[in-house]
């Protein structure tokens, strides 16, 4: 399957509510499909029960975090190569994401065009025949 060409969900993990309804709205409004997540754990039982293209990842959050996430992702071969991107407000640990093996990682407050730009390298629009 070529990059772009993946029928899932993109799955938002973001614990504020906010933001992450801003990046639903924003994708939807798109035509991508989403799922949504506030933390890590979560996250995972979504990651489980559905067919994700993407993550989109913050890393502070309660509960279980994106390092722990990503952790327990890469655990977990049904799961382990789906792509992820870290969205962090902390631009140093946005640069230490790259040791979590992730495709990218992007600094809050999120370039909209960037963020879809990555969104369509790893998913289609749900409309997409």
């Given at each position: 399957m070529a990059a772009g060409d993946c029928r899932g969900s993109v799955l938002i993990v973001e614990d504020?509510?906010?933001v992450r309804g801003a990046l639903v709205a924003y994708l939807e409004a798109e035509g991508y499909?989403?799922?949504e997540a506030a933390d890590g754990a979560d996250?995972?039982?979504v990651l489980r029960g559905g067919t994700v293209c993407l993550v989109l990842l913050d890393l502070w959050m309660p509960n279980m975090n994106g390092w722990e996430f990503r952790a327990a992702q890469a655990k977990e071969p049904a799961v382990?190569?789906?792509p992820v991107v870290v969205i962090?407000?902390?631009h140093a640990a946005a640069k230490k994401a790259a040791t979590l093996g992730v495709v990218a990682s992007m600094t809050k407050p999120v370039e909209l065009p960037q963020l879809l730009d990555y969104v369509a390298r790893y998913c289609a629009p749900?409309?997409?025949a």
């Open positions: 504020d509510d906010d499909s989403v799922l996250a995972l039982r382990a190569d789906v962090s407000a902390d749900a409309g997409a």
